[in-house]
């Protein structure tokens, strides 16, 4: 079992800077890929950025260029940077971990980022 903690939301203006950290603790004995993903009311949630174990790193174009992921291994710990932040950027973001040989997912319980003036 893995448990995800998220912390770092909240409201900013637009142009902004906020961090994102996501904490997994439990059984990680197994290669993992992590990620943030995003959901606004009324869309579907969506893939913003993930890292797989060997650090590749993947973006959503709309966010290429604003938003940097990156992982601390020794704290089993993922982190979304987002600069110049956009009120389209507002939405509930949400961790996600995947055991990689097997597909197993976790999810965060979702922290709120709103931009706005």
């Known amino acids: 079992q893995v448990q995800l903690q998220e912390s770092g939301g909240g409201l900013v203006q637009p142009g902004g800077s906020l961090r994102l950290s996501c904490a997994a603790s439990?059984?990680?004995?197994?290669?993992?890929?992590m990620g943030w993903w995003r959901q606004s009311p009324g869309k579907q949630r969506v893939l913003v950025a993930s890292?797989?174990?060997?650090?590749?790193?993947n973006y959503l174009d709309s966010i290429k260029g604003r938003f940097t992921i990156s992982r601390d291994y020794a704290k089993n710990t993922v982190y979304l940077q987002m600069n110049s932040l956009k009120p389209d950027d507002t939405a509930v973001y949400y961790c996600r971990l995947v055991i990689e040989h097997i597909g197993y997912e976790y999810w965060g319980q979702g922290t709120q980022v709103t931009v706005s003036s």
């Open positions: 439990g059984d990680l004995t197994h290669a993992y890929r």
């Open positions: 890292i797989t174990d060997a650090g590749s790193a």
